[in-house]
């Protein structure tokens, strides 16, 4: 009879218990600010409460030089609704996890995001113009001093790069300028008048131009008759906070850089911040037609983002400018778009990577709203799960715009 083989008993438990890997408490320091940095952003809120170590460790330069070692991070996308200044701390939207986290804002219940570079956003004041520029993951902010005094209006609010860079364009679109913030000197450039360039397409315009001694101070804006016979006009009336936005492409350095904003017509303006000169791009649709449009970037690439009405059913499409020419880059399907037929939704769109936030909203209690997300290159779209507002009656909350930023701690203001 074979004998039988001798049996691990509880020896073998004890062997592998003592070749197991430690656990992070004993992890030397530098490797246990290795690990925490590369732990979902959202969990950075958490780490001061797990124990003195980690409290320590999240606060030292060495954490936040592992953190800069990181590579790129998926954005979060900075929510905003219509009540925006009740909406305290601001809700972010963590594409990574495609879950809903809590961010911090400017300090004060005024401010209102404008732009964003980078692990930052600017906020304006509406009723002052101050602009403060937050890190929303940290809350460290910083407030830019007032820019030199113009009596243009304001047209758009540029960020870009890393330093980051802010770029105000003034003026009507016969006279544009710009005046540029360097956060290393702390201090605003005078204002510098744009030249415009020939416009890619002209808009066709009536015969007796020459003879319009207003011509200048003209702002686009085309009447005609809807549908059902109601007098429209062309002017682009925006959302509050999308008001002074913009789309900005740049080079990784932040060179090249042209910013795309819309003209209070709906035209798409571009603005080249190194060689200071702009012109009007060709309309996607014509003046009389009934849409809503927005323009973001993404990719290095800008594109305008367009709601329109047609055949009994509504249709969202994302369109790219090449060779003097719009372009359809993407579009969503039919069956996720029709709900918006006959709501006159408004869209806002928002840029970073190779995807396109879509926020569409009716303005009108119990109307269609939704956010989506676009991956441009595949043409793929999914729309956001709801967000229940935990401090308030549990209602679903009703974006309008988003801005989006990439979740990183090193950053500084």
């Known amino acids: 009879m074979a004998a039988s083989a001798p049996t691990s008993g509880g020896g073998s438990k004890k062997r592998k218990h003592e070749q197991s890997a430690p656990d992070l408490g004993q992890l030397h320091e530098d490797m246990l600010e290795r690990v925490l940095a590369r732990l979902p952003p959202a969990s950075f809120f958490r780490l001061r409460g797990v124990c003195r170590r980690w409290r320590d460790a999240a ?33 972010a939207f963590d594409a990574a996890e495609g879950t809903w986290a809590r961010c ?54 540029a960020m870009y790069g890393s330093p980051y860079r802010v770029v105000l364009i003034l003026g009507k679109l016969t006279d544009l300028s710009m005046s540029a913030f360097d956060p290393s000197t702390n201090a605003w450039a005078d204002a510098v008048p744009l030249s415009r360039k020939p416009d890619a397409s002209p808009a066709p315009r009536g015969e007796n131009e020459g003879d319009n001694e207003n011509d200048e101070d003209d702002d686009g804006t085309v009447f005609f008759l809807s549908k059902s016979g109601a007098v429209m006009a062309s002017t682009t009336q925006r959302s509050p906070s999308r008001e002074h936005s913009s789309a900005v492409t740049c080079r990784p350095d932040g060179s090249d850089a042209v910013a795309y904003f819309l003209s209070s017509s709906g035209a798409v303006v571009s603005c080249d911040l190194a060689r200071r000169a702009y012109a009007e ?8 037609a009934e849409h809503s449009i927005d323009v973001a970037a993404c990719g290095g690439r800008a594109y305008a983002v367009v709601l329109t009405e047609y055949l009994d059913t509504a249709s969202l499409r994302v369109w790219e400018f090449l060779e003097g020419a719009w372009t359809q880059a993407a579009a ?37 709203n939704g956010c989506f997300l676009c991956d441009v290159g595949s043409n793929r779209w999914e729309e956001l799960p ?10 679903a909350a009703d974006f309008v715009a988003a801005f989006s930023f990439e979740p990183r701690m090193e950053v500084a203001v």
């Open 332 to 368: 969503m399907p039919p069956a996720m778009s029709h709900g918006f037929y006959g709501a006159k939704a408004d869209v806002n769109c928002v840029g970073h990577g190779g995807r396109i936030m879509v926020c569409v909203s009716s303005g009108e209690e119990g109307g269609p």
């Open 104 to 157: 911090r804002g400017a300090p004060g219940p005024g401010p209102v995001p404008v732009a964003a570079a980078g692990g930052l956003v600017l906020y304006r004041a509406p009723d002052t113009g101050a602009l403060t520029v937050a890190n929303p993951l940290t809350g460290a902010s910083r407030e830019l001093p007032p820019p030199p005094p113009a009596a243009a209006t304001l047209q758009a609010v």
């Open 281 to 288: 791009l060709p309309r996607v649709l014509p003046a009389h």
């Open 386 to 395: 709801r967000c229940v507002d935990a401090d308030g009656d549990g209602a």
């Open 59 to 91: 606060g030292s330069p060495a954490f936040l030089a592992a953190c800069a070692s990181v590579p790129a991070r998926h954005p979060w996308f900075v929510m905003l609704s219509e009540r925006q200044e009740e909406r305290r701390p601001p809700i």
